[in-house]
């Protein structure tokens, strides 16, 4: 676990938790994606294993739950 540095000024990662992002993504925007979206995807996929067609149950709408929204229900 290294959630103990998201207020800090510094923290220390390893290597592999790091990624290099593209210039065309701004940091203020891209800073959710770790915790919204990747975190909670890995728990889904992989903890869960929920795959492709299966039914899921939604409760409160974190990082994944409004991505599943958003798809679901496009403006």
């Avoid at 290294?2 to 990624?19: F, K, N, R």
């Avoid at 994606?33 to 039914?55: E, N």
């Amino acid at each position: 676990m290294y959630s103990m540095g998201g207020l800090a000024e510094y923290c220390v990662v390893p290597a592999h938790g790091l990624t290099v992002l593209p210039n065309s993504l701004p940091y203020s925007e891209s800073a959710i994606l770790g915790c919204a979206v990747f975190t909670a995807y890995g728990a889904m996929a992989h903890a869960a294993q929920v795959r492709p067609g299966d039914s899921v149950v939604v409760i409160g709408v974190g990082g994944v739950g409004s991505r599943r929204v958003a798809l679901d229900f496009p403006e």
